[in-house]
């Protein structure tokens, strides 16, 4: 029987949760039931966390809402990468299992369930009960499902949980008291085993298969044996100093990776407005050659225009005195005697002479102009930039953390 039998109606938003980061203060601010709150609170859904299964990240979600999840990223991308919803770590691949099987092989979020249940000891209703519109007592709690179950529900439940998927279902008043009850997980790769040891080297509880197994050559106790000092270990210390250094670094990491991004957008302003200067600079030059290749074009034009007129005024009175020769020789024709004829003609004769020569010297010399404009638009399409951006970048230094690393403290332990 699958374990969606004993999930709740609540659908969870799919939409990735966007990172937050509080800070460190603010973390230790908080009141025991805040931090449980926040601990027991679906990522996804928003609510309790029903099954209660975690990552390997170990942020944890509901069953359902993680199927969901898969499910979603099944159906619309092409990749069967998962990623955590939340901190975005790989978790697995899912192209050869179901969204279903998937979340149904996540390890149980125990200590999410032992938390859960301190929250149910001050009203202790039964959950399946709620789901029906019906307040009744509960008396027992099931494990794997982290909810409260009244007797008849209980009982109901027990008939139901399957080999594969063992709901430990316990009396209520045993979880209220630490250490009454133990939930100990299945082993990942012998599915049917308990991780009833613990491997120092390691530093990982492991069945008794994988211990005469994978850990053949370790040093391997009874996990209870383990148990009963780890909260007060000097490796546990460690544990939680190594913690704590990494959330004041990280916490100084993301503030300065804060300042950094306001301080790019103050740089964007101020390269902005400096873009915007640079462009009035060029519009302002841009203006200035515009205007003294005005000035040029007006001077050559001018220029051009008095040789052209002066040009021109040669021509006319050479024209005007063809004229006046003509009218000279109408005039011969009709009023001089032959010799007085012969006389004016020879000098009409070299002055035309003498006037043709000129004409011919001159005309040779004589061009056409035309005004035209060469633009630079080499230039132009050489010109592709405006300018360039350049990146400083200056080393912020490494992130210091005290060493502690499962496989450093295996003589810490005591069996």
């Given at each position: 029987m699958s374990s969606a039998i004993f999930t709740t109606s609540k659908g969870p938003h799919l939409k990735k949760r966007q990172h937050s980061s509080a800070s460190v203060q603010s973390r230790k601010s908080e009141t025991p039931f805040e931090s449980i709150l926040n601990l027991t609170t679906c990522h996804l859904c928003k609510k309790d966390m029903c099954c209660p299964k975690h990552l390997p990240c170990i942020h944890s979600f509901c069953e359902s809402c993680i199927e969901l999840y898969v499910q979603q990223i099944k159906d619309t991308k092409s990749s069967s990468h998962v990623s955590c919803p939340v901190c975005e770590m790989p978790a697995a691949t899912v192209s050869n299992m179901s969204a279903k099987e998937f979340a149904e092989n996540l390890p149980t979020s125990t200590l999410i369930s032992t938390l859960m249940s301190r929250k149910c000891a001050s009203s202790p209703s039964c959950n399946r009960c709620k789901e029906r519109g019906r307040e009744s007592k509960a008396s027992s709690w099931c494990g794997y499902c982290a909810q409260a179950l009244c007797d008849e529900h209980a009982d109901y439940h027990k008939d139901l949980t399957t080999t594969k998927l063992r709901h430990p279902v316990v009396r209520l008043k045993e979880m209220l008291t630490p250490g009454n009850f133990e939930f100990v997980r299945k082993c990942k790769y012998h599915h049917n085993e308990e991780m009833t040891h613990f491997c120092k080297e390691e530093w990982t509880p492991c069945c008794p298969i994988c211990a005469k197994v994978m850990h053949k050559g370790c040093t391997v106790v009874l996990l209870h044996q383990v148990a009963i000092n780890i909260k007060m270990d000097p490796s546990t210390m460690r544990l939680r100093k190594a913690v704590d250094t990494l959330e004041t670094e990280t916490e100084k990491l993301f503030q300065g990776r804060m300042q950094n991004k306001k301080k790019l957008d103050d740089q964007l302003k101020f390269e902005q407005g400096r873009l915007r200067e640079f462009r009035e600079k060029i519009n302002t030059h841009l203006d200035e050659l515009e205007d003294n290749l005005a000035t040029e074009l007006d001077a050559f034009h001018t220029q051009k225009q008095t040789e052209l007129e002066k040009e021109a005024k040669t021509f006319k009175t050479k024209n005007n005195t063809l004229n006046f020769y003509k009218m000279l020789l109408d005039s011969i024709q009709e009023n001089s005697g032959n010799t007085q004829a012969v006389q004016e003609l020879a000098a009409i004769r070299m002055q035309t002479k003498a006037m043709e020569d000129e004409i011919k010297m001159v005309s040779a010399r004589l061009k056409s102009i035309d005004i035209t404009v060469e633009y630079p638009y080499d230039l132009v399409k050489s010109t592709t930039r405006l300018g360039s951006i350049q990146q400083k970048?200056?080393?912020?230094?490494?992130?210091?953390?005290?060493?502690?690393?499962?496989?450093?403290?295996?003589?810490?332990?005591?069996?």
């Amino acid at each position: 029987m699958s374990s969606a039998i004993f999930t709740t109606s609540k659908g969870p938003h799919l939409k990735k949760r966007q990172h937050s980061s509080a800070s460190v203060q603010s973390r230790k601010s908080e009141t025991p039931f805040e931090s449980i709150l926040n601990l027991t609170t679906c990522h996804l859904c928003k609510k309790d966390m029903c099954c209660p299964k975690h990552l390997p990240c170990i942020h944890s979600f509901c069953e359902s809402c993680i199927e969901l999840y898969v499910q979603q990223i099944k159906d619309t991308k092409s990749s069967s990468h998962v990623s955590c919803p939340v901190c975005e770590m790989p978790a697995a691949t899912v192209s050869n299992m179901s969204a279903k099987e998937f979340a149904e092989n996540l390890p149980t979020s125990t200590l999410i369930s032992t938390l859960m249940s301190r929250k149910c000891a001050s009203s202790p209703s039964c959950n399946r009960c709620k789901e029906r519109g019906r307040e009744s007592k509960a008396s027992s709690w099931c494990g794997y499902c982290a909810q409260a179950l009244c007797d008849e529900h209980a009982d109901y439940h027990k008939d139901l949980t399957t080999t594969k998927l063992r709901h430990p279902v316990v009396r209520l008043k045993e979880m209220l008291t630490p250490g009454n009850f133990e939930f100990v997980r299945k082993c990942k790769y012998h599915h049917n085993e308990e991780m009833t040891h613990f491997c120092k080297e390691e530093w990982t509880p492991c069945c008794p298969i994988c211990a005469k197994v994978m850990h053949k050559g370790c040093t391997v106790v009874l996990l209870h044996q383990v148990a009963i000092n780890i909260k007060m270990d000097p490796s546990t210390m460690r544990l939680r100093k190594a913690v704590d250094t990494l959330e004041t670094e990280t916490e100084k990491l993301f503030q300065g990776r804060m300042q950094n991004k306001k301080k790019l957008d103050d740089q964007l302003k101020f390269e902005q407005g400096r873009l915007r200067e640079f462009r009035e600079k060029i519009n302002t030059h841009l203006d200035e050659l515009e205007d003294n290749l005005a000035t040029e074009l007006d001077a050559f034009h001018t220029q051009k225009q008095t040789e052209l007129e002066k040009e021109a005024k040669t021509f006319k009175t050479k024209n005007n005195t063809l004229n006046f020769y003509k009218m000279l020789l109408d005039s011969i024709q009709e009023n001089s005697g032959n010799t007085q004829a012969v006389q004016e003609l020879a000098a009409i004769r070299m002055q035309t002479k003498a006037m043709e020569d000129e004409i011919k010297m001159v005309s040779a010399r004589l061009k056409s102009i035309d005004i035209t404009v060469e633009y630079p638009y080499d230039l132009v399409k050489s010109t592709t930039r405006l300018g360039s951006i350049q990146q400083k970048v200056a080393h912020i230094g490494r992130v210091g953390t005290p060493k502690s690393t499962a496989r450093s403290t295996p003589r810490s332990f005591k069996s």
